[in-house]
């Protein structure tokens, strides 16, 4: 029996309204069923050393308050690495700072300009790596801030042998005007929320650059950083390379901090399609597949199409009813963020934001990351488009 256009248009529809459903149900099961078996860290458990790599470039919102973060570990044994390219990088006088205001922590400050490829924060973590002193090894982001049992958390996750990396969700914090709201809103209540449905369907073959804790022998069977040099989503990569090694990948149940101020309207937009640019090119089955979880959209299309009709409405409003207890379940009970009632109004909004960048992401394959301008190839390396780019210089090797 042939389907009607406007049959088809319903089928697509009512498809779109039952898979948001599914959808935010399920990241509410998941995420309540994720944090409800967090265990405690155990005060009296002997860890081993750890280093972590904390790549730099220039002055983001707290850098200070985020970089004291892991000086105030309560972990027995550790040591800081801080890398930067350019030796006039304000972030060098935010890390002296610190090494004056915790001399018993073991901080080494690498200023290191040698670029190996199109990725200068891959770059940047091969020029310190060299430097790491300890077995187990940890990587965050600038604009992380992390709680004083975090090290404790994740390493004690990596004492089972099947375990190749662990990594940590995170939660925004707001630091800047309406742009940023928006940020935050997308990662408080889309990608943590991702991140939870997917944790149900699939066996985690990624991680995220957040924060990372691994086994020095588990980076090097990889062939260390270098490998990573010339990709966009090193974070990505990295997990499923690992995972390709028959490693499994663990979600810790600590949650972290991204402290954000995305600054303007331009910025905001740079950064969601390079994210969307990115998911669509490693995974593109799943970022097709994913406009159907889009609950608003459905549920705006189902009244437009349907001319208002007392039953659109009333479908649409329950799926967008669903959605906004959903994000604010997610947002206040599972990641704690400080995100304000008021706030949570601009949630449907957002998502249409989020849906029209769903559709860009197939308009182009350029994205701005860091100031520069590169174009993203098939395979997810990156060609820099910015004028007077760096001429990539022989890289060392780590010793087997």
């Known amino acids: 029996m042939e389907l009607s256009i406007g049959g088809l248009i319903d089928l697509v529809l009512a498809i779109g309204l039952g898979a948001s459903t599914w959808y935010y149900l399920t990241m509410l099961y998941s995420a309540r ?10 005060p009296a458990q002997d860890l081993p050393p ?23 570990q309560d972990y027995g044994r550790f040591q800081i690495v801080f890398g930067v390219n350019d030796p006039s990088d304000p972030a060098v006088s935010v890390v002296r700072r610190l090494q004056a205001a915790y001399p018993r922590v073991d901080i080494e400050l690498v200023v290191d300009a040698r670029i190996y490829g199109t990725n200068y924060k891959i770059s940047n973590l091969h020029n310190m790596y060299r430097f790491a002193k300890h077995e187990i090894i940890a990587l965050a982001d600038s604009d992380i801030r992390i709680g004083r049992h975090c090290l404790r958390r994740l390493v004690s996750r990596l004492r089972d042998p099947g375990v190749g990396l662990v990594t940590c969700p995170y939660r925004a914090v707001n630091k800047g005007a309406l ?33 990372i804790a691994m086994r020095r022998e588990v980076l090097d069977e990889i062939g260390g950083f270098l490998p990573l040099v010339n990709h966009l989503a090193d974070d990505y990569q990295l997990g499923n390379r690992v995972a390709a090694r028959g490693y499994e990948l663990a979600l810790s149940e600590e949650v972290v901090d991204t402290v954000i101020s995305v600054g303007s309207w331009q910025r905001l937009l740079q ?25 608003t959209l459905w549920a705006l299309l189902t009244v437009l199409c349907n001319r208002f009709s007392a039953a659109s409405v009333a479908a ?70 910015t004028p007077g780019h760096p001429t990539p210089a022989p890289a060392w090797q780590p010793v087997d």
């Open 179 to 211: 742009p940023t709201l928006i940020e935050t809103l997308f990662i408080n209540t889309d990608f943590f929320g991702m991140v939870m449905v997917a944790r149900k369907v699939e066996r985690a073959r990624y991680a995220f650059g957040a924060t």
């Open 271 to 295: 950064h969601q399609l390079r994210w969307a640019r990115t998911y669509r090119i490693c995974r593109p089955g799943g970022y097709f597949g994913s406009i159907f979880t889009h609950g």
């Open 50 to 72: 750890i280093t972590i790599l904390k790549p730099l470039k220039g002055l983001d919102e707290g850098l200070y308050e985020n970089l004291a973060s892991l000086c105030e």
């Open 316 to 385: 649409a409003a329950s799926v967008v009813a669903l959605r906004y207890v959903a994000g604010a379940v997610l947002s206040w009970r599972d990641l704690r963020a400080d995100t304000r009632w008021y706030e949570l109004l601009l949630l449907a909004p957002k998502d249409l934001f989020i849906s029209a960048i769903w559709f860009l992401a197939f308009v182009g394959d350029t994205v701005w990351w860091s100031g520069r301008h590169f174009r993203v190839l098939p395979n997810g390396e990156m060609l820099d488009l």
């Open 33 to 42: 069923e994720f944090f409800s078996r967090a265990p405690s860290p155990d």
